[in-house]
């Protein structure tokens, strides 16, 4: 077994154990409206539940030497977002929406992704996803980096509408994991499928 001390090697080298290590890594493909109105569409493999009382998701946002990206920011100044869960039938699309585009060009426009209402939030969702989430912004919490360039920005979300395709949720609301076809994220250029399930019951 080999010890590393994170302290003594570079930022790089740590990511590089941290993406190879935490997999497979949801991904959350994240909707914010800046404030000119450009929808911007960004994806991000730092994502987990928080709670679900009151449902709370959470997106780790890294920022370029401290400065915000488009998504924290904008979710920061409006303080909504929209997260959907990224399936195998519009992965490609989310991979497009990773292009360094000014603030004021739409990632969504440039994926040719459709535009869908909210119902309580004013940032415009996803079509194409079959599961998403209308977030207002619980908490923006800046971390890592310094106190002048933190490296990241948490962003806590408190999910007010759920958006989800009928042939992926059964009448007792459990989401069938076959019909979604979720993706994860692996490290590199690297990205994975539902491979084998299997049950194990919690002791009691």
């Keep these: 077994m080999r010890a590393i001390d994170?302290?003594?090697?570079?930022e790089r080298d740590n990511y590089k154990l941290l993406i190879g290590s935490i997999i497979p890594r949801p991904i959350a493909f994240v909707t914010t409206l800046s404030e000119g109105g450009v929808l911007n569409a960004a994806p991000f493999s730092y994502f987990t539940i928080v709670t679900a009382d009151p449902p709370m998701v959470a997106v780790s946002v890294?920022?370029?030497?401290?400065?915000?990206?488009?998504?924290s920011r904008n979710a920061v100044t409006t303080g909504e977002f929209v997260v959907h869960i990224a399936d195998s039938s519009y992965i490609g699309a989310i991979n497009t929406t990773a292009a360094p585009l000014p603030p004021e060009?739409?990632?969504?426009a440039l994926a040719g992704l459709t535009p869908a209402a909210s119902l309580a939030v004013a940032v415009p969702g996803i079509a194409e996803a079959s599961i998403r989430m209308e977030c207002v912004l619980e908490q923006a919490i800046p971390l890592g980096g310094t106190a002048d360039a933190p490296a990241a920005d948490l962003l806590i979300g408190r999910v007010v509408q759920f958006h989800v395709a009928e042939d992926v949720i059964d009448d007792r609301g459990h989401?069938?994991?076959g019909r979604l076809q979720p993706v994860s994220r692996l490290a590199g250029n690297s990205y994975a499928k539902l491979g084998e399930q299997f049950e194990l019951e919690r002791p009691v």
């Design 6 to 10: 994170p302290a003594a090697q570079s």
């Design 62 to 71: 890294q920022r370029k030497q401290g400065v915000r990206k488009d998504t």
């Design 105 to 108: 060009e739409s990632e969504a």
């Design 175 to 177: 989401i069938d994991a």
